[in-house]
T-cell receptor
């Protein structure tokens, strides 16, 4: 699986959009971009994933560049409960290897 | 529709004792993964199992640690002769079977809330 690079930490004001970048310059054509988050002491939570098109769900939007070498997770209206470590992971969906490899992620601090 | 269930949520052991952590995957899921998170560190993959088979144990310590996922019952992560360095949160995740008939497979893993092991 390709490696990802994320900034170690970011701050965001409550109510504003949080834009979390991720670089994955060695991504392969069949690898998806996944985003998970871990709120303090809880189990990781799936947020969203995509291949090449932009994706949106009730939690967030995922913007993937045309060359697929980077992506941005957008939380449109951050709340204090969105304070967490956000992980960007690339892997092949439905892969028999199954596992996700977590990096260090980005610690997002949402401030009032 | 219950999520991934882990127990115990908290376990205290003295050095040299055994720790057994259990994980019941989501209904219909036949793949289980175990991760370890040491204090103030990231999630580290340990082992990936399907029913009665270990698929990938590349993250398992060579000694004292073992995992199983029997045909019936939960997956078990077993740590023998625990040491203080084993103190950590252990997370289990599950995913549905892949391949024909599995329905839509997003590649998503569903995590439990973890079991926190403290070794005195």
């Amino acid at each position: 699986d390709a490696k990802t690079t994320q900034p170690p930490s970011m701050d965001c004001a409550e109510g504003r959009a949080a834009n979390l970048p991720c670089n994955h310059s060695t991504i392969s054509g069949n690898e998806y971009v996944y985003w998970y988050r871990q709120i303090h002491s809880q189990g990781p939570q799936y947020i969203i994933h995509g291949l090449k098109n932009n994706e949106t769900n009730e939690m967030a939007s995922l913007i993937i560049t045309e060359d697929r070498k980077s992506s941005t997770l957008i939380l449109p209206h951050a709340t204090l409960r969105d304070t967490a470590v956000y992980y960007c992971i690339v892997r092949v969906a439905s892969s028999n290897t199954g596992k996700l490899i977590f990096g260090q992620g980005t610690t997002l601090q949402v401030k009032p | 529709n219950a999520g991934v269930m882990q127990n115990p949520r908290h376990l205290v052991r003295r050095r040299g004792q055994e720790a057994r952590l259990r994980c019941s995957p989501m209904k219909g899921h036949s793949h289980v993964y175990w991760y370890r998170q040491l204090p103030e560190e990231g999630l580290k993959f340990m082992v990936y199992l399907q029913k009665e088979n270990i698929i990938d144990e590349s993250g398992m310590p060579k000694e004292r640690f073992s995992a199983e996922f029997p045909k019936e019952g939960p997956s078990i992560l077993r740590i023998q002769q625990v040491v203080r360095g084993d103190s950590a949160a252990y997370f289990c995740a599950s995913s549905p079977p892949t391949g024909r008939g599995a329905g839509k497979d997003t590649g998503e893993l569903f995590f439990g809330e973890g079991s926190r092991l403290t070794v005195l």
